[in-house]
């Protein structure tokens, strides 16, 4: 074992967005930092989630849009996808994002130390021979993919990092979870021409959005030829040479080319030292306050390890509150409640706030308002059906926006103002939202819920 080096003040153990946010907060406001990563810098996020997944839902857009040209008048078709050549261009954009991520952390007079990172003691790390001694410790070390009992990842059964991987284009496949990743992936699949089928346990799609959202996003996927299976559960998988056959609950048997399992994520800590050096864990991840402190002083958690919402930007939020609060900055808590989420699948799922059961559950009465994006000049240029829904508390501000349709994500950060700074409909009416675009829909919603509805059928 090497000597103990010099005191950091901050010592990161993993550098995905949650650990290098937090790093290059802490060094901008000149702090000695470490940053630990046994992989690549940027983590799940840049290498095997956000950004290679929308790369490839970007080449799944382009083909639908050429598949539907004539609609357009534009004599358009789809030959064939070469995969090959789709995987060049998603890892030509995750390759700039990368250099350009490590250009900014040897920028920061960050100390990027390779390797796996093992807790010692509460303001230790081992790495190889290295021990990083750090006033404060920020665990920073992600998540993985999940499987549920007797299924074995492997061969035709994959999670969504082989998926990114995939040679061959699969001419059937079974999506097993209707959460995020699941309905995302199903989305490109499609639009690349396989026959697709959702398997999802509970009643609904995308089980964490209001349900109006649920229903039109089913909706979408039957009319888009993705078959959706809810309520049914996961029973068995038995791939062979050629296909993987999978038994629901029941004994119903579904079987195509590839199943891809997107259960959800589980964090990873375990093996790391964390308990030997008494930090709570909770099923594997590490329980924080509001000021993202652990149950031992110094030592701080941040991203997908937190218990809550598993979001790079929510990562980057807790990495910079983090890296300000050491600095003595006393920023205020990041919370879940005003994060906003967008699902990527085709049609695009943007929300921020309370869903109208939860705003009923918190507000008692409420009052909802769904434009529909048929009154949106923009949406019917674009060829998309979909709405905005607004959920306000009766007389007061509104605490959620939800929104679905082709390219709504982009409408979220207005969204995100509205809830986050409690606007009432009255506040945003007056506001003019230029035209045509889709965000006029969000300022047509606000107009309606105020009482002077302009382009709203009722
Ligand atoms: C398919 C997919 C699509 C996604 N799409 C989106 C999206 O569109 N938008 C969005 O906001 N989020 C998306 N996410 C979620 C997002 O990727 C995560 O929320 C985010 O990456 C979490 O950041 P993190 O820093 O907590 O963890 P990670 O990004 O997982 O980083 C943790 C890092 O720690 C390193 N590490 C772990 N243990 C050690 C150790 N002992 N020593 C050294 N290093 C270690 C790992 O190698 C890793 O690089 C997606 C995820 C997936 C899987």
Known sequence: MGETERPYDVVVLGGGSGGYACALRAAQLG???????????????????????????????VADTARDGRRFGVNSSVDSIDLPAVLRYQQGVVSRLHKGLQGLVSAATIDYVEGTGLLTSPTSVQVGDRTLSGRHLVLATGSQARTLPG????????????????????ASV????????????????????????????????VPAEDE??????????????????????????APDETSVTLTLDGGETLSAELLLVAVGRGPVTEGMGF??????????????????????????????????LQLAHRGFAHGVFVAED???FAPAPVLDGGIPKVTYCDPEIASVGLTETQARERHGEIATYEYNLGGNGKSQILGTAGFVKLVRAVEGPIVGVHMIGARMGEQVGEAQLIVGWEATPEDVAPLVHAHPTQNEALGEAHLALAGKPLHAHA
Do not use: M, Q, W
């Not at 035709?156 to 040679?167: F, G």
């Not at 089913?218 to 888009?224: G, M, V, Y």
């Not at 008494?278 to 701080?300: C, K, M, Q, S, W």
């Open 151 to 170: 299924l074995d990842i492997g061969g035709r059964i994959v999670t969504s990092d082989e998926a990114l991987r995939l040679t061959k284009l699969p």
């Open 212 to 237: 109006a959202i649920s229903k039109a996003l089913e909706r979408a996927f039957r009319k888009r030829g993705i078959t959706c299976r809810t309520g049914a559960r996961f029973a068995a998988a």
């Open 275 to 308: 308990e030997s050096a008494g930090i709570v864990t909770d099923r594997g991840f590490v329980p924080t306050d509001e000021r993202l402190r652990t149950n031992v002083a110094g030592v701080y958690a941040v991203g997908d390890i937190v218990p809550g």
């Open 31 to 61: 702090l000695r930092v470490a940053l630990i990563e046994r992989d690549k810098l940027g983590g799940t996020c840049l290498h095997r989630g956000c950004i290679p997944t929308k790369a490839l839902l970007h080449a799944a857009e």
């Open 174 to 205: 079974i999506v097993l979870g209707g959460g995020v990743i699941g309905v995302e992936f199903a989305s490109i699949f499609r639009s690349f021409g396989a026959t697709v089928t959702v398997v999802e346990a509970l009643p609904r799609l």
């Open 326 to 328: 050491i600095a003595g």
